[in-house]
């Protein structure tokens, strides 16, 4: 119930709705139990009074009611559905908004198909319960209660022998139930394995087929299918055994009511148009039971969707506003950092009490071996982690009191592996500033280098590129972000390695673009190649989470450290890549 409940912002604006598809779906339901009792009058009208006009009568009231019955479940119909869709699509929304909000330390420990499956079959399966079960529940609550109601009346003893057999009901639900929850929990977790493996296998596709692992991925896809399909029929199993249960239960006291009825006819004390009510009566009260059972299985398996799902959404917000945050007025650019340490998880720390100043304008290069925090630096920086110790300042305001949109609004990262949407090449590139215009894109596409190559494509700029861009060359990929950036126009630049994928020929390319986007914005780089280092006003050596050199290209060779070290291996990793071609 308290999961339950976290749904009632979602119901809530939709409550007249439901209230009269409610109101609807009971009203067929009466119309039926009326329909029943007609149908037993008639019988004896015919049989026993044999009247013509009495009969003539009542068949245009059982085809008046038969007209009321279709338009009242057309209306439920389409009511229950318009209600289903549109609680279901805001709930959808409210958890895809919850998700991006979400930190990078949570999407480096999820997979993309896991999320995904949440996201799409999770919460349709919570639908049925949310809006569809209600309304038959509804029309089953109608059903039972008219129907015991009719059969009171009518023959009290008859009822009684109908009502023994609900609690030797409710035991078999319960005994069932408990095993059909494990069930479907255990189905909702294999589907989003499948869906995972097949998230990974598209995404990875060139190196499913240049690693030759085909058959293994099949392997791998039919073992998780096979693995779906055995507990599926698990499940299948205990509601072939559940329904079937239920509805013997119920058909003994069909078989009882007919017998007992049967011996009152014959004594006179009840009429055959009784007797045949009362028996469509106990029959209509065998669906509701049987639906019992549809309904708790159901319920079960939405109770593991759930859990699911608000897994999910209960995860904190690590990365999101203070109560206090403000938006930050357009900024100069100036960057410190204050004695920051900085650890992921429980592992060791990645930073270790680095301070360093960076003013506005200034372009600065980290450098340092793999895993010294280079990464780690820019990821404070753009605030997509917080720092364990220690600040992050912007303009002298620590960022943690920023307001996320106003502080992402004046940053712009230019990454290695550059994203792209499958979309068109003109939407990519306004991404950052949906507004602009057409000649303001041209204008930074020409600025990053990337007009002329974009001009020679058959759709130019409504070319619609594939999964992340996977039609253009990696330079082609690279000139496209930068003029995304450029479009965006920040005060802050973060460059993390952008031109080391890139051949000779398109790194010079995006090197002029870059040299274009730095002017007159503080940049932060990360780079392997000296060639871009060297043009930084500053650079910054790290090794093991600390600052140890800092100063100019010229000087710091100078000094035979650290740095002395990396440029001159890779001077040699140069002459060997050369030399191969």
Same mark, same amino acid.
């Given at each position: 119930?308290?999961?339950?409940?976290?749904?009632?912002?979602?119901?809530?604006?939709?409550?007249?709705?439901?209230?009269?598809?409610?109101?609807?779906?009971?009203?067929?339901?009466?119309? /039926?139990?009326?329909?029943?009792?007609?149908?037993?009058?008639?019988?004896?009208?015919?049989?026993?009074?044999?009247?013509?006009?009495?009969?003539?009568?009542?068949?245009?009231?059982?085809?008046?009611?038969?007209?009321?019955?279709?338009?009242?479940?057309?209306?439920?119909?389409?009511?229950?559905?318009?209600?289903?869709?549109?609680?279901?699509?805001?709930?959808?929304?409210?958890?895809?908004?919850?998700?991006?909000?979400?930190?990078?330390? *949570?999407?480096?420990?999820?997979?993309?198909?896991?999320?995904?499956?949440?996201?799409?079959?999770?919460?349709?399966?919570?639908?049925?319960?949310?809006?569809?079960?209600?309304?038959?529940?509804?029309?089953?609550?109608?059903?039972?209660?008219?129907?015991?109601?009719?059969?009171?009346?009518?023959?009290?003893?008859?009822?009684?022998?109908?009502?023994?057999?609900?609690?030797?009901?409710?035991?078999?639900?319960?005994?069932?139930?408990?095993?059909?929850?494990?069930?479907?929990?255990?189905?909702?977790?294999?589907?989003?394995?499948?869906?995972?493996?097949?998230?990974?296998?598209?995404?990875?596709?060139?190196?499913?087929?240049?690693?030759?692992?085909?058959?293994?991925?099949?392997?791998?896809?039919?073992?998780?299918?096979?693995?779906?399909?055995?507990?599926?029929?698990?499940?299948?199993?205990?509601?072939?055994?559940?329904?079937?249960?239920?509805?013997?239960?119920?058909?003994?006291?069909?078989?009882?009511?007919?017998?007992?009825?049967?011996?009152?006819?014959?004594?006179?004390?009840?009429?055959?148009?009784?007797?045949?009510?009362?028996? +469509?009566?106990?029959?209509?009260?065998?669906?509701?039971?049987?639906?019992?059972?549809?309904?708790?299985?159901?319920?079960?398996?939405?109770?593991?969707?759930?859990?699911?799902? *608000?897994?999910?959404?209960?995860?904190?917000?690590?990365?999101?506003?203070?109560?206090?945050?403000?938006?930050?007025?357009?900024?100069?650019?100036?960057?410190?950092?204050?004695?920051?340490?900085?650890?992921?998880?429980?592992?060791?720390?990645?930073?270790?009490?680095?301070?360093?100043?960076?003013?506005?304008?200034?372009?600065?290069?980290?450098?340092?071996?793999?895993?010294?925090?280079?990464?780690?630096?820019?990821?404070?920086?753009?605030?997509?982690?917080?720092?364990?110790?220690?600040?992050? +300042?912007?303009?002298?305001?620590?960022?943690?009191?920023?307001?996320?949109?106003?502080?992402?609004?004046? %940053?712009?990262?230019?990454?290695?592996?550059?994203?792209?949407?499958?979309?068109?090449?003109?939407? /990519?590139?306004?991404?950052?500033?949906?507004?602009?215009?057409?000649?303001?894109?041209?204008?930074?596409?020409?600025?990053?280098?990337?007009?002329?190559?974009?001009?020679?494509?058959?759709?130019?700029?409504?070319?619609? %590129?594939?999964?992340?861009?996977? /039609?253009?060359?990696?330079?082609?990929?690279?000139?496209?972000?930068?003029?995304?950036?450029?479009?965006?126009?920040?005060?802050?630049?973060?460059?993390?390695?952008?031109?080391?994928?890139?051949?000779?020929?398109?790194?010079?390319?995006?090197?002029?673009?870059?040299?274009?986007?730095?002017?007159?914005?503080?940049?932060?780089?990360?780079?392997?190649? *000296?060639?871009?280092?060297?043009?930084?006003?500053?650079?910054?050596?790290?090794?093991?989470?600390?600052?140890?050199?800092?100063?100019?290209?010229?000087?710091?060779?100078?000094?035979?450290?650290?740095?002395?070290?990396?440029?001159?291996?890779?001077?040699?990793?140069?002459?060997?890549?050369?030399?191969?071609?």
């Amino acid at each position: 119930m308290n999961q339950l409940s976290r749904f009632l912002p979602f119901i809530r604006p939709q409550m007249r709705i439901m209230a009269c598809a409610g109101v609807a779906i009971m009203g067929v339901a009466a119309c /039926n139990l009326v329909l029943i009792r007609l149908a037993g009058s008639l019988w004896d009208v015919i049989t026993v009074q044999q009247d013509l006009q009495q009969l003539t009568t009542m068949v245009w009231m059982f085809i008046g009611l038969v007209v009321g019955q279709g338009v009242l479940s057309m209306g439920h119909s389409y009511l229950t559905a318009m209600v289903s869709q549109r609680v279901m699509a805001d709930f959808r929304t409210h958890v895809f908004s919850h998700l991006h909000q979400l930190s990078l330390n *949570f999407f480096a420990k999820r997979r993309t198909g896991e999320l995904i499956s949440r996201l799409m079959n999770d919460v349709g399966v919570i639908q049925k319960l949310l809006t569809e079960t209600p309304m038959d529940a509804l029309k089953h609550l109608v059903t039972i209660v008219g129907g015991v109601g009719f059969l009171f009346v009518m023959n009290w003893r008859l009822c009684i022998l109908i009502l023994i057999l609900l609690p030797l009901l409710a035991l078999v639900a319960r005994i069932f139930g408990k095993r059909l929850k494990v069930l479907s929990m255990k189905i909702q977790d294999q589907t989003a394995h499948v869906t995972v493996l097949i998230e990974e296998v598209v995404s990875g596709i060139r190196e499913v087929k240049s690693f030759v692992q085909g058959r293994r991925e099949e392997a791998r896809f039919r073992s998780a299918v096979e693995g779906l399909l055995a507990t599926t029929m698990q499940r299948t199993a205990v509601m072939a055994v559940f329904v079937p249960v239920i509805t013997f239960f119920t058909f003994v006291m069909a078989t009882g009511v007919l017998w007992y009825g049967g011996k009152q006819v014959i004594e006179g004390q009840l009429s055959p148009g009784e007797l045949f009510a009362f028996v +469509l009566f106990a029959g209509i009260l065998i669906g509701p039971f049987g639906s019992a059972a549809r309904i708790f299985s159901q319920v079960k398996e939405v109770q593991g969707a759930m859990t699911r799902v *608000f897994e999910l959404l209960d995860t904190p917000l690590d990365i999101q506003d203070s109560p206090d945050a403000k938006p930050l007025a357009p900024i100069r650019g100036d960057v410190q950092f204050e004695e920051v340490q900085f650890a992921y998880d429980e592992r060791p720390p990645v930073l270790d009490t680095v301070s360093f100043s960076i003013t506005a304008g200034e372009c600065v290069a980290l450098v340092g071996p793999t895993g010294a925090g280079k990464t780690t630096i820019i990821n404070l920086l753009h605030r997509f982690y917080d720092p364990t110790k220690g600040r992050v +300042l912007i303009d002298g305001h620590d960022v943690r009191s920023i307001q996320l949109d106003s502080l992402y609004g004046q %940053l712009s990262l230019v990454p290695q592996d550059t994203f792209l949407f499958g979309g068109t090449i003109m939407d /990519n590139i306004r991404y950052g500033r949906w507004e602009a215009t057409e000649t303001e894109i041209f204008e930074a596409s020409q600025r990053a280098n990337a007009h002329d190559f974009i001009q020679d494509l058959p759709e130019k700029y409504e070319t619609i %590129l594939g999964e992340n861009g996977v /039609n253009l060359s990696g330079g082609q990929r690279q000139r496209v972000a930068i003029a995304r950036a450029l479009l965006k126009d920040p005060r802050i630049l973060i460059l993390d390695e952008a031109t080391s994928a890139l051949d000779s020929q398109s790194e010079s390319l995006v090197q002029g673009a870059l040299v274009e986007l730095m002017k007159g914005r503080t940049t932060l780089m990360i780079a392997h190649r *000296f060639s871009s280092i060297q043009r930084a006003d500053r650079i910054l050596v790290l090794h093991k989470g600390t600052i140890v050199e800092e100063g100019r290209h010229e000087a710091l060779l100078e000094k035979q450290g650290l740095y002395h070290h990396l440029y001159r291996l890779r001077e040699v990793e140069g002459i060997a890549d050369v030399a191969q071609q």
